[in-house]
């Protein structure tokens, strides 16, 4: 199972960078997604619109979107590798396809930036919209810019560093979990009145599952700083000093590789369904940031994606090479 899972990888990561998320109803992504609003109606009409019953929904929430959607996978994955490993390898790539959405972060954000390169506001909201639920609309060009570089740090973790990190450890089974979690967080998350009962949950877990990938992700980036020749000891600085500043857990740490990367200072008031998230700010503001920022931003994801996957081959043959040591 240990060098079925790395070829999963290795398929998955293949269709991923082929195929992306393809735009359809019934890619399995968006069907988890409409499943956690279902839910997330049925069971906030059903319990009492208190606190105490609104948390207790929200955990209900969790607990059964992971039942029907890990348990599923978890059932099917078991009989296909019973029935043959080629066809329990394949459905366990398809998982981490499913699991990951790398060309589809670095897609919209080469779009934000061409969009802002051309001082197109309209087209940049638009973009954007598509990897942030913020309240767009009425931001300037700058503060979209920014927008785009905190979402695409922060997004490199949550849909590609955290998802191979868990099938590096757990198969393909765990990158799904994974990405299951990161799709109710960003659902339901408590980040606005609305869901501010009923998402703690999801938001409490997905801070755990990304603890590690987080940091791990903040690790790979400064590696990459330095091989894209972006400001390696700013990274570093800004990274000691404010990865702790934000109001999440983890968020911080890419964010605050890239400010300091790019020189420049993000954290900048967000807006949910009309509600004001006050960020504190994270880097120095050395120079405007500026619609380059968003192209050397991708780059730092798609240089992380590649040492992430690197690492997940290290680190798979290694325990194949030790397990085969043991067994002799």
């Known amino acids: 199972m240990i060098m079925n899972s790395l070829c999963a990888l290795a398929l998955g ?57 890990v348990g599923i996978t978890v059932t099917v994955m078991i009989i296909c590798y019973k029935i043959n490993v080629v066809l329990g390898i394949v459905f366990e790539g398809l998982l981490c396809w499913f699991s990951l959405s790398g060309k589809y972060l670095s897609t919209d954000l080469q779009s934000v930036f061409r969009a802002a390169k051309a001082q197109n506001t309209e ?18 060009l700058e503060d979209c810019i920014k927008c785009a570089i905190e979402e695409g740090a922060e997004n490199t973790v949550d849909w590609v560093i955290g998802p191979i990190f868990w099938t590096m450890l757990l198969g393909g089974a765990g ?3 994974c990405r299951v979690i990161n799709i109710m967080d960003n659902e339901v998350g408590f980040r606005s009145e609305e869901f501010e009962h009923i998402g703690k949950v999801a938001a409490k877990l997905d801070d755990v599952v990304m603890f590690l990938p987080a940091r791990l992700g903040a690790l790979l980036m400064r590696l ?8 390696s000891k700013g990274a570093a600085e800004v990274y000691s000093r404010d990865r702790k500043k934000s109001p999440s857990p983890n968020s911080g740490h890419p964010m605050a590789v890239c400010a300091g990367a790019l020189n420049i200072e993000l954290g ?61």
Not at 226 to 231: G, I, S
Request: charged share 25%; net charge positive.
């Open 224 to 231: 990459d700083t330095a091989f894209l020749k972006l400001d």
């Open 175 to 177: 990158g799904f979990f």
């Open 13 to 69: 990561f293949a269709l991923d960078m082929i195929f992306g998320d393809p735009d359809r109803k019934y890619y399995p992504v968006r069907l988890v997604k409409r499943l956690v609003r279902n839910l997330e109606k049925m069971l906030r009409q059903a319990y009492a619109d208190t606190p105490e019953a609104q948390n207790m929904a929200g955990v209900m929430l969790v607990v059964i979107t992971l039942l029907i959607t």
């Open 268 to 328: 900048s008031d967000e807006y949910y369904g009309g509600r004001v998230l006050k960020k504190p700010r994270i880097g120095d503001s050395y120079r405007k940031a500026g619609a380059d920022e968003i192209f050397w931003t991708q780059q730092l994801m798609i240089g992380s994606e590649a040492m992430v996957m690197i690492t997940a081959v290290i680190v798979r043959v290694v325990v194949y090479i030790a397990y085969l040591g043991l067994i002799k």
């Open 123 to 140: 087209s940049v909201h638009r973009y954007l919209k598509r990897f942030t639920d913020r309240d767009v609309e009425g931001l300037g």
